[in-house]
């Protein structure tokens, strides 16, 4: 059973730093490629950042420069280290496959204050 669970979230102020964690189990971690999504009430999910099996990694426009998805495949745990949040980074943080399966966990909470 595929389990993903999230943690690391929390309240921030604007120009603050968070890393998230997300570890992965029930599946073979390390040929997948992985990412975090995110999602504000009544908006749909987001895919912010995504990594490939060999380290390479994408962004979405917004958090460029500021966001960096890393894995460790012996632990089976994904991570997003956020810098320079800002009021728009506020939402629930999910980890998932970059193709994502339906075995979303709880998500873990990012709020930035101004």
């Known amino acids: 059973q595929v389990q993903l669970v999230e943690s690391g979230g929390g309240l921030v102020q604007a120009g603050g730093s968070l890393t998230l964690s997300c570890t992965a189990s029930?599946?073979?971690?390390?040929?997948?490629?992985m990412a975090w999504y995110r999602q504000v009430p009544g908006r749909q999910r987001e895919l912010v950042a995504a990594?490939?099996?060999?380290?390479?990694?994408t962004y979405v426009e917004s958090v460029k420069g500021r966001f960096t998805i890393s894995r460790d495949n012996a632990k089976n745990t994904l991570y997003l280290r956020m810098n320079s949040l800002n009021s728009e980074d506020t939402a629930v943080y999910y980890c998932?496959?970059?193709?994502?399966?339906?075995?979303w966990g709880q998500g873990t909470q990012v709020a930035v204050s101004v």
């Open positions: 990594i490939e099996p060999d380290g390479a990694t």
């Open positions: 029930g599946f073979i971690f390390s040929p997948k490629s």
């Open positions: 998932n496959l970059a193709r994502p399966i339906n075995a």
